[in-house]
């Protein structure tokens, strides 16, 4: 089993940078594909990034392509998302996700364990 801890959310003004980061618990995080979904009030939960056990391959929903980058550090059982040049429709509560090792799922059926979540807010 593995339980997820995102943080790094907060408020930035457009065009601002915020980096999150999911500290995974357990042994097996290395074993687990790992994804970034989004949720904003009212709206289905979207996927976001998602990156393969070894970080060899990733994903990106293309509303984030070129903004957004995911990685992951297996030593220290964390998934990070660095967010960049953010926008107001940015704004959400945003959940990392552990799913499938060696193909990026973007579906959250895909996804097996998920954490609280952490609140993402852009001001225009």
């Known amino acids: 089993q593995v339980q997820l801890v995102e943080s790094g959310g907060g408020l930035v003004q457009a065009g601002g940078s915020l980096s999150l980061s999911c500290a995974a618990s357990?042994?097996?995080?290395?074993?687990?594909?790992m994804g970034w979904f989004r949720q904003a009030p009212g709206k289905e939960r979207d996927f976001v990034a998602g990156?393969?056990?070894?970080?060899?391959?990733?994903h990106y929903a293309d509303f984030v392509k070129g903004r957004f980058t995911i990685s992951r550090d297996n030593a220290k059982n964390t998934v990070y998302l660095q967010m960049n040049s953010l926008k107001p429709e940015d704004t959400a509560v945003y959940y990392c996700?552990?799913?499938?090792?060696?193909?990026?799922?973007?579906?959250?059926?895909?996804?097996?364990?998920w954490g609280q979540g952490t609140q993402v807010t852009v001001s225009s």
């Open positions: 990156i393969t056990w070894s970080g060899s391959a990733t």
């Open positions: 996700a552990a799913g499938s090792p060696s193909w990026v799922a973007t579906s959250v059926s895909e996804y097996r364990y």
């Open positions: 357990g042994h097996t995080f290395s074993s687990y594909g």
